[in-house]
């Protein structure tokens, strides 16, 4: 079984409770820049744990602190009077949260709270509307989530089917980003941006 074959992608327009669940853990997870994470359901919670810099945990200055102590230190660093030592906020540490139903209610509450009167499409670059986009999968398919891992690259999914039985696929972020520009494509349209497009990397 194949959560995104073609004939399947009507299922992307009945919303279900994964699709609420994931978009609301992606939104509350956006500011963490989480390199790598992994979902798992057990007992009906949410429990979540991936990799992210420190700085992102411990909390990151405002944009106008965080230009103001840069240049600062580029001036310090310019005069010799700091050694040039790796910065420990850019350390990669773990991190883990759980969520439970109630949990899920309260973010989905406060992200409606948000999304009222907002009357474009939602960016599906985000990490919220990619979990979204799973969610709509397990929920279009009457299947059951068990796990999801995002690395990099791409998305491992596990679920069981509506015959109980165990499954496994993964899509890549190509994959994935077709199957949103297919979704979108139903509600208007959204121009994808690259923002390195002109630019000498």
């Not at 979902?39 to 949410?46: K, N, S």
């Not at 709509?136 to 089917?161: A, F, H, M, W």
């Amino acid at each position: 079984m194949r959560l995104a074959e073609p004939l399947k992608l009507k299922t992307l327009q009945a919303p279900g409770y994964y699709a609420l669940a994931l978009r609301a853990i992606g939104q509350d997870l956006t500011n963490l820049y989480p390199i790598d994470l992994q979902i798992e359901v057990l007992d009906g919670a949410f429990i979540v744990r991936g990799h992210c810099p420190r700085r992102r945990l411990d909390g990151e200055p405002t944009k106008s602190e965080g230009q103001n102590l840069s240049a600062l230190i580029g001036k310090l660093f310019q005069r010799g009077e700091i050694p040039a030592t790796p910065d420990p906020r850019n350390d990669i540490v773990e991190f883990s949260r759980s969520y439970s139903s109630q949990d899920i209610d309260r973010l989905d509450q406060a992200g409606a709270a948000y999304r009222t009167g907002m009357n474009r499409i939602p960016d599906p670059r985000t990490l919220g509307e990619a979990l979204r986009t799973v969610g709509r999968l397990i929920d279009g398919n009457n299947c059951r989530l068990t796990s999801l891992k995002k690395i990099p690259d791409r998305l491992i999914v596990e679920y069981q089917d509506p015959d109980d039985q165990p499954q496994r696929e993964e899509m890549t972020n190509q994959e994935l980003n077709k199957l949103q520009r297919s979704y979108y494509g139903k509600r208007g349209t959204f121009e994808f941006i690259d923002k390195w497009k002109g630019r000498e990397i």
